[in-house]
Nanobody, 119 residues
Framework: QVRLVESGGGLVQAGGSLRLSCAAS????????MGWFRQAPGKEREFVARINWTGGNTDYADSVKGRFTISRDNAKNTVYLQMDSLKPEDTAVYYC????????????WGQGTQVTVSS
């Protein structure tokens, strides 16, 4: 059974930093691309960042480029999202996802972790 467990969310002031972690189990972690998505109240889930199975390729939403960094440790079956210069508009539930290719219907999802940025 595939399990993705996010941690590291919380309340932070604007301009601050948080580091999210997502621990994966039940899958061959190094064979999966990993991603972070977020959903703010009243909005649809949106893409934040993704990283390929080796960690050699990353991609970011324009809204977080230059402020967020995705990384992975295949030895620990964990993916990270370092979030710096946080803004109130970054407030959302952040979800971790695993996929063999696109993050579509066959992707695995975590339960999410709340990030709240106060102004």
């Amino acid at each position: 059974q595939v399990r993705l467990v996010e941690s590291g969310g919380g309340l932070v002031q604007a301009g601050g930093s948080l580091r999210l972690s997502c621990a994966a189990s039940g899958l061959t972690f190094s064979s999966f691309a990993m991603g972070w998505f977020r959903q703010a109240p009243g909005k649809e889930r949106e893409f934040v960042a993704r990283i390929n199975w080796t960690g050699g390729n990353t991609d970011y939403a324009d809204s977080v480029k230059g402020r967020f960094t995705i990384s992975r440790d295949n030895a620990k079956n964990t993916v990270y999202l370092q979030m710096d210069s946080l803004k109130p508009e970054d407030t959302a539930v952040y979800y971790c996802a695993a996929a063999r290719s696109a993050f579509g219907a066959n992707a695995y999802w975590g339960q999410g972790t709340q990030v709240t940025v106060s102004s």
